[in-house]
């Protein structure tokens, strides 16, 4: 951002200014949508418990079937 008086900028500077001013609007606001979107996700689990397991036969400590 320019930190120049509007009054001794052209009409390019201000609208640069402008411009810039606005889409640091929509990144603010864009990432707010976005972090309230990931905090309602943390409500969804897909972790396993300890006792539960991905697949449907037991797997030995040598990661083979029994």
Do not use: C, W, Y
């Not at 309230?36 to 400590?61: C, P, W, Y």
């Amino acid at each position: 951002m320019n930190a120049l008086n509007p009054e001794h900028m052209n009409a390019a500077e201000r609208l640069d200014e402008v411009a810039d001013i606005l889409a640091a609007g929509v990144l603010r606001l864009r990432n707010r949508k976005l972090t309230n979107k990931s905090n309602e996700m943390r409500d969804v689990s897909l972790d396993f418990t300890a006792t539960q397991s991905m697949h449907g036969h037991d797997i030995n400590d040598h990661g083979e079937g029994k």
